[in-house]
């Protein structure tokens, strides 16, 4: 029945049922987004698939746009460039019962349509957006940490089933295709852990958010599939997790939002290590306070929890995540590696994965105990955005998806915010 | 190793270093498959999925053949199309070793590669063909039976990264961007047992095609990944088997060729089946050359193997899968619906899997045992392609296929037996 109970409860939900945190948590998660979206693109991963995609395309242009561009392409590319941009700098929200980035593969696919099947409300577009949140969330609580500590990488595994949902809502289809179009999308499982570090990473995500597309317009058409993919004996939850539990997930649907419990990055890079950055940020904010010379350091040393280590420990790094402090420049700046040769960090059970000493980092800047202010959010964009379409544009940009629940065309903000 | 070992062999082999049955059998799985994808595009599925992407896409035509159609379309479309109608009548061919159909994902993304970037000679296509059929048959030989018994479909599982090799090797990647390719498929996980008897199964098919297809070409662009991404702790054996063996099964690669364990069917319909229809086929015939009335038949028991049944068994079958016995109409006539009532299956461990009595069919017509001859292989290609092109244009494509090793230019093949 999860198939099923998802579907209808995806089908049935309004505007109206959205509580008000939900709504600006909602808000927030897809500016948040865009902004990761418009400034994502200026790295190569985004730019090289478009390249690769739009050179064996028999037409250079489309009517969706690519964001952070000049280009326009079809929806089903948009999806992909789209997400693979508002990953590529790994800036963007996490779940906090999950490690799901939730809004890169509903939103990637959700703005695509809007530019394609316009006019599409403010009000229509959240309420699919939450819907497929839900959708993919709820999944991920359902099988974590089983499924992912056998290397899936849960956004992108989960994200094409919240594609789906979101984008068929938002289509109107009725309840068996919804079926069919979860279904569709449960076989198309994107992402593993050994891609990060490289371009791949954000590829998964780019391709759970086509998956999930291309299931919903298939669905819409009449493509068939089985109408319980996620929890059939050989279907999605069995095939991918050692442990299920979506009927007793699922059950709460409309009741405890998992969109409630999503964050948002201050640094540009996983979650798991904000603590420590934090911690030395904090370190440096002193130093510079006191007048300490930073080439005096001799020695940092860190505790972190394990898994911190298993995700991030390279002490060359070669290549990088994003804004400023993480190019590539930064990277080898000789001052840098000099210090970075006196780092050691180890192992500590005893830590949890989001602490960090010395400053003792209890809860990170942007857990959910400690979450980035609104305006802090807006500087993030504006930063962010504005390094590829200007800062004027970027406020302009910021305005408009922070009135997202007013405009009765999602489409034209994108339209509006092109490079 | 894994990973480069596979790249390295892929690039290194030479038409040359094919063996007289490699080629042969080369041959005959290319024109086998295009027989099932000329004559499976007649079938809902693949036209569907035809329909619901040319209505997004801002153009409606491309320079790539949707076979058994009228359409043009784009690379990556056109290889999801192809695979789909090359598997939706469960006709096409089967590695004796594992569930694998290897044709379909590889040649569905080579075809399509040869009309956009053409010439292609048969000698370049036969040798990517079939280092993409070993790679997918060697990586399932190395987690078979493990991972398909969980519930993937192996086929499509395996068949992205054989799509990527196959596409890898053909457009001359440099060793480095094959292993980025491999990667990038690798994390491109599509297809499990849920959607068997519906329209996704094919579906799982063009998708794995077009996942390959896709890595390939973003990996030619510089486009990123892992560089052990198959054998990696967290990369795709681990991650998708509890069980691998690929050192083993890629030190034989070369050697041990998978390629000449194919097999093709005689009846549209798994493999595994085959044996009891073969054994009707025959009390049949006897029925008839001794003129009995099939209508006086008041029993047909047989006794398979259980997993026969766990595949197959539905007495009241609500859709077809192809060829004049298979369609709808057939399903639902009288005299055989009546028939049906009064058949018995039972499940016998002692049985082997591709067995049945009463008439006991030890090896079904069309297992390695007791292969199809090039003659029925070639009736096969006509009945089914011609129901599509006629019988006169099936009979030249079928001559043009099974030459393909002679020809300049393969693309010209497929632009010459559209509808």
């Keep these: 029945m999860a198939t099923k109970t998802l579907a209808a409860w995806a089908l049935a939900l309004q505007f109206s049922n959205l509580t008000q945190p939900v709504t600006d948590m909602a808000v927030k998660s897809i500016y948040n987004w865009a902004g990761c979206a418009i400034g994502g693109y200026s790295l190569p991963p985004a730019s090289v698939a478009y390249e690769a995609l739009s050179s064996v395309l028999p037409y250079h242009s489309g009517n969706v746009s690519v964001l952070g561009s000049r280009a326009w392409m079809d929806i089903q590319t948009a999806a992909l460039v789209n997400g693979i941009a508002s990953h590529v700098d790994d800036y963007d929200d996490t779940h906090a019962d999950t490690p799901i980035h939730p ?8 703005l695509a349509v809007t530019e394609w099947n316009f006019p599409v409300s403010g009000q229509d577009f959240l309420t699919a957006f939450v819907a497929g949140v839900e959708a993919e969330c709820k999944l991920g609580v359902a099988v974590y940490p089983e499924h992912y500590d056998v290397g899936w990488h849960i956004t992108s595994t989960t994200g094409s089933v919240g594609a789906a949902v979101a984008v068929g809502k938002l289509l ?10 979860i279904s569709i999308a449960a076989v198309q499982v994107n992402g593993m852990h050994e891609s990060f570090g490289t371009d791949t990473k954000p590829f998964h995500v780019g391709r759970a958010a086509q998956s999930g597309l291309l299931s919903a317009l298939l669905a819409q058409n009449g493509y068939g599939g089985s109408l319980q993919g996620l929890e059939a004996e050989r279907g999605w939850a069995h095939v991918v997790s050692t442990r299920e539990n979506l009927t007793a997930e699922f059950s709460t649907l409309g009741e405890t939002w998992e969109l409630s419990k999503n964050t948002f990055k201050p640094f540009p890079c996983d979650r798991i290590i904000h603590a420590a950055i934090d911690g030395c940020v904090q370190i440096h904010d002193q130093a510079v306070h006191n007048r300490l010379d930073l080439g005096t350091i001799k020695n940092v040393t860190a505790r972190t929890n394990p898994m911190v280590l298993f995700l991030t420990d390279n002490p060359e ?11 590539d420049e930064m990277v080898r700046n000789t001052t840098v590696v000099k210090l970075r040769a006196n780092v050691h960090i180890t192992a500590d059970e005893g830590i949890s994965e989001h602490e960090a000493f010395y400053v003792h980092i209890e809860h990170a800047l942007g857990s959910i ?11 993030k964009f504006i930063e962010h955005a504005g390094s590829v379409i200007g800062k004027q544009r970027a406020e302009k940009a910021f305005r408009a998806f922070s009135q997202i629940a007013n405009t009765s065309d999602v489409g034209s903000i994108s339209r509006k915010f092109r490079k």
């Design 103 to 110: 809004s890169r593969p509903v939103a990637s696919a959700l």
């Design 369 to 379: 105990e400690n979450p980035l202010s609104t305006q802090q959010l807006k500087d």
């Design 317 to 327: 790094p070669r290549r990088k995540a994003s804004p400023a402090q993480f190019t």
């Design 172 to 181: 109107g289809l009725s309840l068996e295709h919804l079926q069919h179009a």
